[in-house]
Every structure is written in C-alpha cells, then in structure tokens.
C-alpha cells in the first residue's frame, strides 16, 4: 500500500525515487524481532547499497555482505564500524589484500585457488583471514527463482582440495561453511535447504576440527511481486532454524530483496497513450534504464496508479477496463514495466507509483542507456 508521503511526492520532478526510510526501518526491525537470536542477519548489500538504506539498516542487523571491492570499500565508508563478510566469484588478489586492509571479520572463499591466494596474501602482510568456505550442493533447488548452481562456491569435491592447504596456511582460520543455493525460496523450502547444508557441513568439519563451526546459509528470501503484501514467514523461519541449531554453532543468513524491495518506489508519469494493432500502449517517462527489475524478472511490476485529472486519449472515454502495456522511453520492444494490464481510465499526465523498487532496481539498471535524464532521489526519514 502506497503511503500518504510516497502519494504526495508525485507533485515533484519525476520520475523519482522515494525510499521510505520510515517504513525500510520498521519492516526491518520486524525481520530482527522475528529472527529473535535464531541467526545472525546480514544485509546482502548487492540488493541496495545506497548510503541512506544502509544507515537506515545498520542498527538492526548484525553485519552486511559484500560481494566486490567496490562494495567492500563503499560499506567501510559508509559504516565504518560494520561487520562485514566478503563473498563473490572471481575475487582479485587486490580485493583479498582490501579485505584484509578493510577488516573483513569473515571471507567466503570460492575456490581451492582463492584460498591458495588468500593463504600467500594473508603470510606476505602477517595479518589473519576468518574465512568460511562456499559450498555448492547438487540438486534440491525445486522452487526456486534464481538457481545459484554453475561456477558459484565449491562443490563437494573441491571442498575436499582445501583441506591440505588451511592444514598448511597458519595464517588463515577456517570458521564454517557458507552457502547460497537459490533465490525465491518460501520458509519451507530455505529451511529444507539448510537442513541439507547443515548436514553435509557439520559432517566435513567435523572432520576438520573445527571449534564453534559458523554457517551462513545466504540470502533469497522470497518476495512476491504479484502481491506486494504478501511477505516472506519470518517468524516460521526463526522457528525452523531454532530446531536446526545446536549448542555452540553460530548460524547466519544473508538476506538482500526481502530486506529492502517494500522501501524503495519508482514514480513516472504518463507522457503518451496510444493504440497499435489493436492494443493500448502507455508511455511513461524514464524507462528500465532506471528500473531493470520487470525485464531481468520478466514480470509484471506492481504499480498504483495516481490519477491527476490529465487528458488524452483514453480520458474520458468508456474504455475502462482494456488493458494497456506500460512502455517506458527507450528505443526497444524490452523497455516494458508491464504488459496488458488494467490501469483503469489512465491519461497523459497521471502518474505510476511502481511498489517494490528498494531492491535490484536502480543498481542494477543500464543508466546511459539513450542518455534521459537521470531520477530524482528521494529519502523520506
Ligand atoms: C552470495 C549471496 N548472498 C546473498 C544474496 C542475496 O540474495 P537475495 O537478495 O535474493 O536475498 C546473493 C544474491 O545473489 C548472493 O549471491
């Protein structure tokens, strides 16, 4: 539901950004107060590392994740005192020397080569690296959105290839096992996921002597773009995770959209409406260069539409009702927000409030694209 100072921010130039500092706080607070202590939230800043979200953020989780160098050192400017784990394929021996530099509590390790690099760079600078190695498990993704399978984490067998050289590296402490399988999952099926992990982990480290084992079980928290209000269990997750744990582990997740995609809104309005082929076509200002969500998701992204009295040539007219496909500015079939959908009696000068922009939307869009001009950014506190 759309919100009475997200509502008036459409008098303003668009298209806008508007997160809702406010509201990103209390849903957040309510994730921490239904996790009560079951795992450590971590923040996925991949889902939106913009300075206002993550201070908004930072007093209810426990630490964020980063996934670059660049992430590494814009969360260390931003929160200088955060706690941070660096995860990520392809990790340079630069970003490994950041990570050390930057104090990274914990670094999630890819691949028997990162480790072996980790191992040199961590001796060369005397420092010490907390790491826990990614695991890449097969099969066992039904459900999912996003099946994290292919060159993410170690599989089983590599895993295996790590062991010599931690035995080897005094410089680098293992500390757990960490694992990111799938996005999309409802509490159900990521609690069936880290069942699964948990016990392949606890198995191999065991073996390892491994004291006080940490698992961080990732993020891809299910959010559902069809119905906005319906929200990711986090009380039945706390409660599945509280039978999964046992004494002297520390379990952790790593949530980013179903942290901050309600907080954040896309609002454009109506520059064009017309008919081709039979069909209505709304042109909105601005496009997916700024909101790539609906085209990487390929859906159809939930909107209000706020009627300002406009004109053209659907106003007025008895067509209610005939659904019309959202296009925005660019100079290709994909720039689509959503497709034959009922905007009810929508005129040239309206405006569409797309919902659930806080997450994967401005960060991951094509900015340049066409060269329009850049969104307003607004935060409301
Ligand atoms: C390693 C890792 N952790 C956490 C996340 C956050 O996932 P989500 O935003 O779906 O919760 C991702 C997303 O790709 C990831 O790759």
Same mark, same amino acid.
């Given at each position: 539901m759309i919100g009475e100072r997200v509502r008036e921010q459409a008098a303003g130039a668009l298209p806008a950004f508007v997160y809702d500092l406010a509201g990103l706080r209390a849903h957040v607070a309510g994730i921490a107060a239904a996790l009560d202590g079951a795992a450590e939230l971590f923040y996925a800043a991949k889902a939106n590392p913009e300075p206002p979200v993550l201070r908004a953020l930072?007093?209810?989780? @426990?630490?964020?994740? +980063?996934?670059?160098? *660049?992430?590494? &050192? /814009?969360?260390?400017?931003? !929160?200088?005192?955060a706690r941070i784990a660096f995860g990520g394929p392809g990790k340079t021996d630069e970003e490994l020397r950041a990570a050390l530099e930057h104090r990274v509590e914990r670094v999630h390790v890819e691949s028997p080569y990162e480790l072996r690099r980790l191992t040199a760079i961590a001796r060369a600078a005397d420092r010490r690296a907390d790491v826990l190695l990614r695991v890449n498990?097969?099969?066992g993704r039904a459900g999912a959105a996003l099946a994290m399978s292919g060159?993410?984490?170690?599989?089983?067998?590599?895993?295996?290839?790590?062991?010599?050289?931690?035995? @080897?590296?005094?410089? +680098?402490?293992?500390? *757990?096992?960490? &694992? /990111?399988?799938?996005?999309? !999952?409802?509490?159900?099926?990521?609690?069936?996921?880290?069942?699964?992990?948990?016990d392949w982990a606890?198995?191999?480290?065991?073996?390892?002597?491994?004291?006080?084992?940490?698992f961080n079980l990732g993020g891809g928290m299910a959010v559902d773009y069809t119905d906005p209000a319906r929200r990711f269990d986090w009380a039945a997750h706390a409660t599945g995770l509280r039978a999964l744990a046992r004494p002297g582990e520390t379990l952790r997740i790593e949530p980013g959209?179903?942290?901050?995609?309600?907080?954040?809104?896309?609002?454009?309005?109506?520059?064009?409406?017309?008919?081709?082929?039979?069909?209505?076509?709304?042109?909105?200002?601005?496009?997916?260069?700024? !909101?790539?969500?609906?085209?990487?998701?390929?859906?159809?992204?939930?909107f209000t539409v706020l009627h300002q009295g406009g004109s053209g040539p659907r106003a007025g007219q008895p067509n209610t009702g005939e659904p019309v496909t959202l296009v925005g500015q660019l100079c290709t079939p994909k720039d689509v927000f959503a497709r034959r959908v009922d905007a009810g009696q929508?005129?040239?000068?309206?405006?569409v409030a797309f919902?659930?922009?806080?997450?994967?939307a401005w960060n991951i869009s094509h900015h340049d694209f066409l060269m329009h001009p850049k969104p307003r950014f607004t935060y409301l506190d």
């Open positions: 930072a007093p209810h989780v @426990a630490g964020i994740e +980063v996934a670059s160098g *660049g992430e590494l &050192a /814009h969360v260390r400017a931003v !929160l200088p005192d498990l097969a099969g060159p993410f984490g170690m599989d089983p067998e590599a895993i295996e290839e790590c062991r010599p050289i931690l035995e @080897a590296a005094p410089h +680098v402490r293992l500390r *757990g096992v960490h &694992a /990111h399988l799938a996005s999309g !999952l409802d509490a159900d099926a990521m609690l069936a996921q880290s069942a699964r992990v948990l606890r198995d191999w480290l065991s073996g390892l002597g491994v004291d006080r084992p940490e959209r179903a942290v901050t995609v309600y907080g954040g809104w896309y609002l454009t309005d109506v520059l064009d409406i017309k008919r081709a082929h039979g069909e209505w076509y709304a042109v909105l200002r601005g496009g997916t260069m700024h !909101l790539r969500t609906p085209v990487t998701k390929n859906h159809d992204h939930p929508l005129a040239v000068g309206d405006v919902a659930m922009a806080g997450a994967y």
